[in-house]
């Protein structure tokens, strides 16, 4: 878990203002684990769960089987093609942390009416990294409520909810969200000045175990 904090936060002091994209681009540049960004952690399991276009896509590319089911096992060049020509048809995470390069991912349903099949861990996930991008409309309410959609959306995944979750917030430099990092993460958070924002950075060493139960926000107020 400290490795991929330590190589988050050196990643965030290498630059002068912070840029998403770029970030995100030179996660796998000097570090000792691997990364994959903006990856499938679901490919979606049965043609009539599709639309028409993704349904076309499928069939063309060979990808449906004679009842209609997508494969388990994809390339990364299929994900690749998956994530630019019908995004509609995949679930995807800011970036994973792995133990070692990979070049077939495996999808299984939990039961077999399941919308999506879902990431098998065949390649050593160390953690699972998500990031909020906020500016000055901002408030403690809406970042727990994003925070509490990334968290369930990943918990969906079992694959996920027993490595560690990260959430990385950038904000305005006068915006902060302290109680929520306080309230899901414990002690266990970092806040970086950077010009005129600043990052944060939270996590726990199991998702599975980050207690939902209670709010920072009444839930009729997350919103506001």
Known sequence: MQEIIAHLEKKV????????????????????????????????????????????????????DAEGYTPNIYTIETLNALKTDVPQALKRVWALCHEKECDLFRYEPKYPDDKWKKLVDTFGIRGVVTLSLYDETMTPCLAESQLRDLMRSCKEVPSLKTVPFVWMAVLP?????????????????????????????????????VNMRHFVCPPSKEKQ
Do not use: N
């Open 173 to 209: 430099s006068d915006k902060e969200v302290g109680a929520v990092l306080r309230h899901y993460f414990g002690d266990c958070y970092i806040d970086i000045e950077k010009g005129t924002s600043h990052i944060c950075i939270g996590w726990h060493e199991r998702l599975g175990e």
């Open 13 to 64: 002091h290498a630059t002068d203002a912070f840029d998403a994209t770029a970030f995100r681009e030179s996660l796998d540049i000097d570090s000792c684990l691997h990364w994959k960004t903006d990856f499938p952690v679901g490919v979606i399991h049965h043609k009539q769960r599709m639309d028409a276009s993704a349904q076309a896509y499928f069939a063309e590319k060979s990808l449906l």
